[in-house]
């Protein structure tokens, strides 16, 4: 159980930390509290495995359609979508969303191979069905 909850801590407290970079590189982000913080960034996760997916499927043909460019904009809907939810979690503007869940993604790339270091037990493992991979 403790194996499972290790890689979901590391994400979270990854994910965080790049809110909190992010705050303090955009002056139109800031937090009140670490308290929301800390649920902010819960919350982007949650957001992140529930309600991206949906929209990018809904979005297929205009991603199709951009070359795949709509999914900032899908990034940045979803950092508004947690903002509105997260009472001390102050978001200002669309291009604000925009830019820092550009510099948040590349941040949580940078600092997820660092920390997690791509090592197995960290990795999503796949496999092939019965017939292979197709």
């Known amino acids: 159980m403790l194996a499972n909850l290790t890689p979901f801590l590391l994400h979270w407290a990854i994910t965080a930390f790049a809110l909190w970079v992010a705050s303090h590189v955009f002056r139109r982000l800031r937090f009140d509290s670490a308290g929301a913080l800390i649920v ?3 919350l982007l996760g ?3 495995a529930v309600v991206r997916p949906l929209l990018v499927v809904l979005t297929l043909p205009l991603t199709l359609l951009t070359f795949g460019l709509f999914l900032l904009v899908i990034n940045a809907l ?3 979508l947690v903002a509105k939810l997260v009472s001390g979690f102050h978001l200002d503007g669309f291009w ?3 830019w820092a869940s ?3 993604s590349l941040l949580s790339l940078v600092l997820g191979a660092f920390v997690l270091g791509g090592t197995p037990e960290f990795t999503i493992q796949t496999s ?3 017939d292979g991979w197709i």
Request: no cysteine; charged share 0%.
């Open 40 to 42: 902010a960034a819960l």
């Open 46 to 48: 949650l957001a992140n």
């Open 78 to 80: 979803v950092l508004m």
């Open 96 to 98: 604000t969303a925009f």
């Open 102 to 104: 550009i510099f948040m």
């Open 128 to 130: 092939p069905g019965p």
